[in-house]
């Protein structure tokens, strides 16, 4: 059975940085290669805030653009969000999420506070 574990977060002040880790583990053999980062503030609805697919192509939301990095090692069939910059509107829960044997897999959520 596949499970995502995320780690990291935390509190942080305004302009600073944080990097998310997201491992699926049971996938002993095969590399996941498609992943997404979302977010869920108090009181909204959970949005995605980056992506990667395929060979390496990347999305990231009109909010984090330019602050925010998806990266990926399919070795270790891990996906990473650095976050740079951080502002206080980017403090919520950050999941990660695949698509494993047709399957939706979420993580556990990672809580970000940025404070101002």
């Known amino acids: 059975q596949v499970q995502l574990v995320e780690s990291g977060g935390g509190l942080v002040q305004a302009g600073g940085s944080q990097r998310l880790s997201c491992v699926a583990s049971g996938t002993a053999t095969l590399s996941i290669i498609n992943w997404s980062w979302h977010r869920q503030a108090p009181g909204k609805q959970r949005e995605l805030v980056a992506s990667i697919v395929g060979g390496g192509i990347t999305n990231y939301a009109d909010s984090v653009k330019g602050r925010f990095t998806i990266s990926r090692d399919m070795r270790k069939n891990t996906v990473y969000l650095t976050m740079d910059g951080l502002k206080p509107e980017d403090t919520a829960v950050y999941y990660c999420?695949?698509?494993?044997?047709?399957?939706?897999?979420w993580g556990q959520g990672a809580q970000v506070t940025v404070s101002s």
């Open positions: 999420k695949t698509t494993h044997l047709g399957r939706d897999l």
